[in-house]
């Protein structure tokens, strides 16, 4: 699994972007998804999460009502679309598979890829 987040970058508060997930490696069938954050200074913190397969979500109350992850299984790809983004929201997000448990987590440690990474900036 080799994953490639993208779709990062710098807006003013209120405005959107939706990032992207993609494995260049192998189907994502049957793994855990989650998109995580992590300020400067700070933990990485779980954001939200979707089961590949059924495609059940999980979101943290903190983005909840403002995100949205999704997949297309045609393209391999995962998404994360954030609207009425807030200066709170500036963070690396990263997105994650966990190979081993079907249902998202939304402990880090327990997932098994990561993606690189993509700089979302939120000015006031």
């Known amino acids: 699994v080799q994953l490639q987040a993208s779709g990062g970058g710098l807006v003013q508060t209120g405005g959107y972007l939706r990032l992207s997930c993609t494995d260049s490696?192998?189907?994502?069938?049957?793994?855990?998804m989650g998109w995580f954050r992590q300020a400067p200074g700070g933990e990485r913190k779980f954001v939200a999460g979707l089961q590949w397969t059924g495609g059940r979500t999980v979101y943290s109350d903190s983005v909840k009502g403002r995100f949205t992850i999704s997949r297309d299984t045609a393209k391999n790809t995962v998404y994360l679309q954030m609207t009425s983004l807030k200066p709170d929201d500036t963070a690396v997000y990263y997105c994650a598979a966990d190979q081993y448990y079907s249902a998202p987590r939304t402990d880090p440690s327990v997932y098994d890829y990561w993606g690189q990474g993509t700089q979302v900036t939120v000015s006031s």
């Open positions: 490696g192998r189907t994502l069938s049957n793994y855990a």
